[in-house]
Each structure stands twice: as structure tokens, then as C-alpha cells.
């Protein structure tokens, strides 16, 4: 049906030109800007069904594939395609997109234009990250994202904006820097060709292997992130406008999981099982320390920033631990399981995450403050906000029946077949996920109103009503029936592993 | 040898000397001129320009002619380079002509000495002599003292320009003497019989010494770490429309500098110079990314920012392969338009009796003027080689070369140090786009041609980041 269309290029280009068209309209004024970028969204979110409907589940080969020359001088190649780990992730930003764009209706006064521009191009550049089939492709979207991320926070950010931002963008930039020296090694090595899949097939000895890795791990632990090099997103996370928030903690984070699984482990896989504790043991510190840290935090965004660290460990650790498991002949089964988990669990930290930031931001809107100490009693005065939040909160502590069970749930079990205190510690979430979480939601929500501002809160309006009710429809529909999710990236990650397990040696 | 006289091809020289001639009568004409008609000066200078570039474009199709026995060449690299340095000065001339209005600089003495630099820019990159290169190399800097003193009562000006002359003058005679000793030895002043001659010799304490000399006053001129201390002042100091010209134009002279007698002159001689050229690309990354932190004169930022990228620059020269010229190249001419869009952009900022040459002065231009702003945020984006703008493809380019010489180490350290520099690039950025401008600053009242130059400047820095693919091949076809 979509054989000879360019669908997938029409997900990644409609967004970037309908943002710049945003940022030609905004002298227009504020409505037709909202208007435009509502459309832009909606449209891109659309385009990006059929990449679902129309996937083959059969398959780990890529698909909706197109190919152009770039830059012939460099051997460039335009060349883009999705397999089953992309298409689940292309569509989480499509939509978090929409969302963001109807939460930043009202809120957003100051610049309207380019607030909804940054969004859009940057809706259309992830997608990018998401589809390049080709190293310098991949690398210049991922470098280019940055620009209007530090751009989002540093203007419609709180009071330490321009600090976190600086640092943001540092951060991420060192990192991608050293991967970008990888990239060039192995374009080297393989007599000038960018061409990711033949990445995948190009034999490494094992020093190669290690700095390699070693440098991709920089651009996507760094990405994730994993402790100990999270702490540029707590502040990102704090200072970042309510949109800004919901962005980077909803598909942001995930670039850096895609980046494990499309480069760390199929290019790289003799390395990644020599330095698997490593980033096992990481995983654990960031599920054990990270969660103990989020109980302490006395700001609601702080408090959902850390504990975004905390779940993705969990990622890290689904995706690290099927060559431990392989190595107890825990068979297959558990390897996929485990990466299986991983990837659900960065879906599904999606919605939550994103949900839990835009409750933060309807209080914040209606407060202005994040200080957990200025709220209590919520409950009293916002019954229906109270009603989602509670929900995303315990889908967040990972209750049966909501999307943030599945991925857990996958990841823990696969973790018993590696080591059983492996599992244990990463069990320990189910605690301490349940302890920061429930006690913000006892000392937020519940109780006596505890002050004026409280008391006089408004409940929400149908816009925000609106965007919770999707987020919540999305946390229950794979929480109760994850198969959906489950079967377009089966296929793809089988082969993932079964790639992974063949020594380059 | 030839014994009798034969007339020389001066197809050649014909943009240098149709510059030349036009200059003279400009010089003349401009006498005549009262300060109300002094504008006609700036578009017979435009002009000029325009008929340069037109003779640069016939020479296109039938490069590589050498002519005055063996002095001169008109191939591809140089017919590029001189292309680039003419439309950067046009670029120059139209961004500075209200600056200079408003300082009483509106002049006939500017428009001379400048067309009088890029001449001697011109003979620099065409020069396949020591004679011709070094006259190219006295005439651009003459005509350069000349400008940076052009404000004569001031006295940050005047200190500039005696302090860019005694340097020059120094770096000009050691410069000088590395040639006489390397003449001394090889016995020819010719760089193409250098070559031949350096691919039979062996590397003795003398031809050394030369080395160094020469190095030295190259990197003197190209502003390499350590030779780089008259930079931040002379461009501190010099009126900003000059700075903008010193910023831009001298760097493709100075590159073509390189190639001739290094390259194509001592290119055999590869192994001896390499460890010089890693250790001054090394320093000036370094200094001139640390050092552009701590600087509050936007001019002085982009002046050691001018210094790291040398030093990027020079890693592609240093790699001593033809991919690694083409990319120091590419980076040469990226850098230019880079910097050409930085410095023109003060000048647009400047006021009469506001220099507009801090970076506070930028402050909350976004909300001034969105486009403007966007434009500079280009520059700033591409200079820390963020893609998708150019400069990106730049620091790739060089990088690759130094990966494929075999200096893992250095191509870590200068990626590293990409992101030291980032960070005074961001800074600028943060001042247009999260500050708020001061208490009146209204929008920028820019004239249409500076406001149109100004937008495909910008939008070059962005298009060729997205399309770098045309002028990678330019640069490869010319150095092959």
C-alpha cells in the first residue's frame, strides 16, 4: 500500500517544515499559532499510524525503507527505515507530541510561536534519530535535537534556566562528540560507508570493540542516563518548562536506550558481554541509590526526575542482562524477556512519566510552586485531577494492570534467571518505587487542605482533562492488553539477540 | 633558461591586475569625491569586486596555467580561494559601509587599502615563488597596518596597529630568513624545484632550521598558539569593519601560504614538519577554547575562537594526506564564512557611539530582532560545530583526516575540546535568546543591501550544513 510513498520521510519532514511555517506564522498571532501547531502535530501523529498498521511482524528486516544519495563526496546516503524497535518509539513521539502541544495551550504566553516551532522540529528530528539507517543521518539528528531542547528550557524555564541548560547541552554534547569519533573509525574501517546495518556485520577485534563501546556508551549512558552521570537532568527536569519536561523524559531518555539497542550491543556485542556487570551493576545503583535518593526530594518535579533515573536502570538493566542469562543457559526465551522488558519498560515510562510531569505542571500552572510542603489536600479541591494522578502514580510504582506492571514484571523475571540477587535488588523497586511515589501522593493529594492556595485550587479544565484522559487510556490499554506492543518488536528483538550472540571475534 | 624576452601569459594575472588597475583609479577618482559623493567610491569598489570575480569565473574552465616563469599559478585551489576572498570582501564592504559612515571612517583611504589587501591575498595564493609569495605576504600586511591605524586618535587603535606591525614585521623576517636558508641549501626560489629537490634530500640540521623559520612565520601570520598574542588585541583594537576584513580574508591567504610552501613545496619533507604542526594545533585548540571563557568583548571571544580554529584547521594539515588539505581546506573556507556573518553581525549592532562589540550588547536580540538573532545563533551553532550547520562538516572533515594519519589521541582531544569551546558559543546564544534587552534597545534598523547579504550569510552557514556535498567536491577537485 505505502510501497512507493514516502511515508516515513513525510513523519520526519512534515513536522520540521511545519515548525518552521509555525515560527513564520507567529506574527499572526498567539491563536493561529496554537491552531497551526495543533494540526502539524495532528497530521504527524496520523502519518505515523499506517508505519503500525502497516508493519510486517514476520520480519526483523527493515521496512518502509528509503535510500538517496546525501553527500556523495562522503558516500552520505539519505537512507532511512524502521524495524520493530523504531515503529513502537516513532509513534510514542508522534503522540507525546500532540499532547504537548494541547498542554502548552494556555500556558504558554511568551513567544508563542517559537515555543510550538521547537516542539514541532523537534517532533521531527527524534523521528529522524529513530529512522536513520545511516551513521552521519543518525549522528546529525541527534546532535541537531539539542538546539531546540537547550533552546525550550533556557527560555520557558524556571529561575535556574540558563544554568541547567548550559549543562544539558554539555553534557550531552561530550558525550555525542566520542561516539562521532567511533563513527569515523568504523567508517575507516569499513573503506568509507556510514551504513549503519553494515556496521552491524563488521568484524571488530576486541580492543576495538571495547573503545567502541566504550565511546557509544558515553553518548547514550549519558542520554538515559545512568547514574553516575544523571545529574544534568534532575536540573534539566526541574528548570524545564511542563512541555519540556514531558518531552525529554518521555522519548528524550528513550534515544539513549534506542542507541543501545540499534549500536552498543548489534556492532559491539563481544564487548557488551565482557563489561555486562558494568552496566548491570550501574543499572542496579541507579534502581537502588536513585530510589532512595527520589524518597528525600522536597520537589515534586526533582521527585519524578529521580525516580525517571530509577525506571531507566530498569531499561539498562533488561537490555545488559540476556548475556548473563545465556550464560546460565537460561535458554532464549529469558534473553528476549529481558530485552522484551527493557523496551516496554521505556514505552511505557513514556506515558507515565510524561502524565506524572503534566500533573506536576497543572498544579505548578495554578500554584506556582513545586514544593511538595505547598500542597496537601489536593484531593478536596481537584477531585477529578486527584483521580489521575493517584492512577499514574500507581502505574508508576508498577501496579498490575497498568503498563508500568509489564515491563517490570518481564524485566525482574528474566533477572531470576541470571542471578537471583540481581533480582532481588532490582526488586527492591517495587519498594522504594512504592515508597517515593505513594508517600507524594499521600502528602500532595490526600489530607486537609493545608493552605489558602490549596483551598481556592480549581479543578482541571476540559484541555487538561483531555491530555490525561489519552495518558490514561494509554497506561490501562497496555497495562491490561501489552500484546500489541509486544508483538511488533517480537520479531525484532529475537533477532537482536540471536545477532548479539554470535562472537565478531 | 630562456635568454630572450618572451611576452608572459598574463591570462593568469588578469583578476589581479584588473584589481590592480581599478584599485589606482579608485584611488584617484576618490579625490575628487565630496564626502556626499563618497558612496560612489563604495560601488565603484563593489564594482571592482564584481569584475574580479567575473574574470575568476572565466578562469574556471582552464586552471593550472603557470606563468612569469614559474612565479605565478592560476589553478584550481587558487581561482577557489581567491573566488571566496573576493566575495568576502564584498560581504565586508557592504556590512561596514553605514559603521564607517557614522565614524567619520567613510573614506577613500578604507576602500584602497582594502582592495590593496585582498590584491596582496590574491598574489599570496597564486605565488609559486618565494619572491611572489612573500611580496603577496608585505602587501597584505602593509595595506592591514594601514587599516587597523585608520582611526588615528584613538589610541586603543593606535597601540593595535603598533603592536600588529612590530609583530608582523618580526614574524615577517623570521619568515624571510627560514627562506633565505631554505635557498641557501636547495638553491632555488622556486617551489615547484623545491619539491623536486626535497624528494631527493636528506633532512640535514640546516634545512631544519629553515623549517622552523618558515613555520614560525607562518604560524605568525595564521595566529597559531604560540604566535598568537596580537590576535585578541588587533582585533580588539582595530575599528570592527576591519576586523571583520583581518578576520576573514588573510585566513585564505594564510592557508594558501601553507599549501604552497609546505605542501607543495616541502611535502616531502612530510615526517620533519608534522610534529611541529601537531604540537601548534594542539596548543592553539587548547588556548583558544580555555582562554575565549573568560572573555567579556565579544570581539576578543571571536578573536580566540579565531585561534582554536587554526588549530582544527592546521589538523588537517597536518595529516599530510591530499584528504586531509581538502579538508583543512573546506574548514578554511567554512571558517570565512563563518566569521564573515560573526563580525558583520556587530557591525549591523553598532550604532553611532555604541561599538556593539560586548557580548552584553546582544542581549535579548530575539526579541528585538528574531531574524537577526536566528542568523547569529547559525554563526554560534556552526562554529561549535553542531550540525546541521556547516561547521560541523568542518571539524568531521579534519577530524577524519587526523583518525586516518593515525592520531587517535589527537582527534579525542580536539573533540573534547570542541565541547570546551561550546560552551562561550552557547553563552552567546543564551545572551540573545534568554536575556532580556536593555531598557530602549528596539529593533535593528539594518539598510536593505547589509540586511540581504547578512540573510545569505546566515542561511549559507545552515544550507551548506544541510548540503555540504557541492563544496566537499569543490575542495577535493581543487587539491587532488
Given at each position: 500500500m505505502f510501497d512507493n510513498f514516502p511515508l516515513l520521510s513525510l513523519v520526519i519532514w512534515l513536522p520540521i517544515f511545519g515548525g518552521i511555517a509555525v515560527l513564520l506564522a507567529g506574527r499572526m498571532g498567539d491563536n493561529a499559532v496554537r491552531w497551526l501547531a495543533l494540526a502539524v502535530s495532528i497530521i504527524a501523529f496520523a502519518l505515523s499510524i499506517p508505519l503500525y498498521t502497516g508493519f510486517d511482524f514476520t520480519t526483523a528486516e527493515m521496512q518502509f525503507v528509503e535510500f538517496a544519495p546525501w553527500i556523495e563526496a562522503l558516500n552520505v546516503n539519505y537512507h532511512i527505515g524502521v524495524d520493530g524497535i523504531a515503529v513502537p518509539l516513532i509513534l510514542l513521539t508522534t503522540f507525546m507530541t500532540v499532547l504537548v502541544v494541547i498542554a502548552g495551550w494556555e500556558v504558554i504566553k511568551d513567544r508563542t510561536g517559537q515555543y510550538f516551532a521547537a516542539f514541532l522540529i523537534m517532533e521531527g528530528l527524534m523521528n529522524g534519530v529513530f529512522a536513520a539507517l545511516d551513521g552521519m543521518l543518525f549522528y546529525v539528528f541527534w546532535e541537531a535535537m539539542l538546539i531546540p531542547m537547550f533552546l525550550i528550557i533556557g527560555i520557558w524555564g524556571g529561575p535556574r534556566r540558563v544554568y541547567a541548560t548550559i549543562k544539558f547541552f554539555l553534557y550531552t554534547f561530550l558525550g555525542s562528540v566520542l561516539m562521532l569519533v567511533a563513527f569515523i573509525y568504523m567508517y575507516m574501517k569499513m573503506d568509507g560507508s556510514f551504513s549503519i546495518l553494515d556496521m552491524h556485520a563488521l568484524p571488530l577485534s576486541m580492543k576495538e570493540q571495547i573503545l567502541i563501546f566504550l565511546a557509544f556508551f558515553a553518548a547514550f549512558a549519558v542520554k538515559i542516563p545512568m547514574w553516575p552521570v544523571h545529574t544534568w537532568l534532575p536540573d534539566a527536569h526541574v528548570e524545564a518548562p511542563t512541555g519540556g519536561s514531558v518531552i525529554l523524559a518521555a522519548i528524550m531518555l528513550k534515544l539513549g536506550g534506542y542507541g543501545f539497542l540499534r549500536f552498543s550491543l548489534p556492532i559491539t556485542p563481544d564487548a557488551a558481554n565482557v563489561l555486562d556487570t558494568f552496566v548491570v551493576t550501574l543499572s542496579l545503583i541507579a534502581v537502588v541509590y536513585i530510589g532512595l535518593v527520589a524518597i528525600v526530594q522536597q520537589d515534586m518535579k526533582k521527585l519524578v526526575a529521580y525516580s525517571s533515573i530509577a525506571h531507566m536502570g530498569f531499561v539498562t538493566l533488561g537490555l545488559f542482562l540476556p548475556f548473563m542469562i545465556l550464560a546460565n543457559s537460561g535458554g532464549m526465551q529469558g534473553a528476549v524477556l529481558g530485552m522484551e522488558g527493557g523496551m516496554v519498560q521505556m514505552i511505557s515510562h513514556g506515558f507515565i512519566s510524561g502524565a506524572l510531569f503534566l500533573c506536576v505542571g497543572v498544579m505548578y500552572d495554578r500554584v506556582h510552586s513545586r514544593e511538595i510542603s505547598a500542597y496537601g489536600g489536593v484531593a478536596n479541591t481537584m477531585p477529578v485531577f486527584a483521580s489521575f494522578m493517584v492512577l499514574f502514580a500507581f502505574a508508576n510504582t508498577g501496579?498490575?494492570?497498568?503498563?508500568?506492571f509489564v515491563g517490570e514484571f518481564m524485566v525482574i523475571l528474566a533477572s531470576f534467571k541470571a542471578n537471583f540477587w540481581i533480582a532481588f535488588l532490582a526488586a527492591l523497586t517495587l519498594i522504594l518505587g512504592a515508597a517515593y511515589t505513594l508517600w507524594l501522593v499521600k502528602r500532595v493529594i490526600f489530607g486537609d487542605a493545608v493552605n489558602d492556595n490549596v483551598a481556592k485550587l480549581e479543578d482541571i479544565n476540559k484541555r487538561e482533562f483531555l491530555v490525561l484522559a489519552l495518558l490514561a487510556v494509554a497506561v490501562l490499554l497496555f497495562g491490561l492488553w501489552p500484546a500489541p506492543l509486544i508483538e511488533v518488536m517480537d520479531v525484532t528483538v529475537q533477532n537482536l539477540v540471536e545477532h548479539v550472540m554470535q562472537s565478531k571475534l | 633558461m630562456e635568454t630572450t624576452f618572451i611576452s608572459p601569459n598574463l591570462w593568469p594575472a588578469l583578476p589581479e591586475m584588473f584589481l590592480l588597475g581599478m584599485a589606482c583609479v579608485i584611488l584617484v577618482a576618490d579625490l575628487f569625491f565630496s564626502d556626499k559623493q563618497r558612496v560612489f567610491t563604495h560601488w565603484l569598489s563593489l564594482g571592482t569586486l564584481a569584475g574580479t570575480v567575473l574574470i575568476l569565473g572565466a578562469q574556471i574552465d582552464n586552471p593550472d596555467i603557470v606563468t612569469f616563469s614559474g612565479m605565478y599559478v592560476a589553478d584550481g585551489m587558487a581561482i577557489v580561494l581567491k573566488l571566496v576572498a573576493c566575495a568576502t570582501t564584498a560581504a565586508v564592504l557592504v556590512y561596514s559601509r553605514d559603521y564607517l559612515k557614522s565614524r567619520q571612517l567613510f573614506q577613500g583611504e578604507f576602500y584602497v587599502l582594502i582592495l590593496g589587501a585582498l590584491l596582496g591575498a590574491m598574489v599570496m595564493i597564486s605565488g609559486l615563488n618565494f619572491v611572489s609569495l612573500y611580496l603577496g605576504l608585505e602587501l597584505l600586511s602593509l595595506s592591514s597596518y594601514g587599516l587597523v591605524a585608520l582611526r588615528r586618535d584613538d589610541g586603543v587603535a593606535s597601540e593595535a596597529a603598533m603592536k600588529y606591525f612590530v609583530l608582523g614585521a618580526i614574524a615577517s623576517g623570521l619568515l624571510l630568513y627560514g627562506m633565505s636558508i631554505l635557498y641557501g641549501i636547495s638553491g632555488t626560489l622556486d617551489v615547484l624545484e623545491l619539491a623536486a629537490w626535497a624528494s631527493g634530500a636528506e633532512l640535514s640540521a640546516g634545512l631544519l632550521l629553515a623549517l622552523v623559520f618558515v613555520i614560525i612565520g607562518m604560524a605568525f601570520k595564521l595566529g597559531a598558539?604560540?604566535?598568537?598574542?596580537w590576535i585578541p588585541d588587533v582585533y580588539e583594537g582595530a575599528p570592527t569593519a576591519v576586523t571583520l576584513f583581518l578576520g576573514t580574508v588573510p585566513k585564505l591567504a594564510a592557508f594558501a601560504l601553507f599549501m604552497r610552501l609546505l605542501v607543495e613545496g616541502l611535502g616531502a619533507m612530510h615526517s620533519a614538519w608534522q610534529a611541529i604542526i601537531v604540537a601548534l594545533a594542539l596548543l592553539s585548540m587548547f588556548i583558544g577554547s580555555v582562554v575565549a571563557i573568560a572573555q567579556t568583548s565579544l570581539k576578543r571571544m571571536l578573536a580566540y575562537s579565531t585561534i582554536s580554529h587554526v588549530g582544527f584547521l592546521l589538523m588537517g594539515i597536518l595529516a599530510g594526506t591530499a584528504q586531509g588539505y581538502q579538508a583543512a581546506m573546506f574548514y578554511t573556507i567554512t571558517y570565512v564564512i563563518m566569521a564573515a556573518a560573526g563580525f558583520g553581525m556587530i557591525l549591523l549592532l553598532a550604532r553611532s557611539g555604541f561599538e556593539a562589540d560586548k557580548l552584553d550588547d546582544f542581549a535579548g536580540l530575539n526579541r528585538r530582532s528574531p531574524w537577526f538573532a536566528a542568523m547569529m545563533m547559525f554563526v554560534m551553532f556552526g562554529m561549535a560545530g553542531v550540525?546541521?550547520?556547516v561547521g560541523f562538516y568542518a571539524k568531521f572533515a579534519v577530524i577524519w583526516a587526523a583518525l586516518e594519519a593515525g592520531f587517535t589521541w589527537l582527534a579525542v582531544a580536539a573533540v573534547v575540546l570542541s565541547v570546551v569551546s561550546a560552551f562561550y558559543y552557547l553563552r552567546l546564544v543564551k545572551i540573545m535568546y534568554f536575556d532580556e534587552p536593555v531598557d530602549d534597545a528596539g529593533e535593528l534598523e539594518v539598510a536593505a543591501d547589509s540586511r540581504l547579504v547578512m540573510s545569505v550569510n546566515g542561511l549559507l552557514i545552515l544550507g551548506l550544513g544541510i548540503f555540504p556535498g557541492g563544496l566537499m567536491a569543490v575542495c577535493i577537485s581543487a587539491i587532488s
Open positions: 501496579l498490575p494492570g497498568t503498563s508500568g | 598558539v604560540p604566535f598568537h598574542m550540525p546541521p550547520f
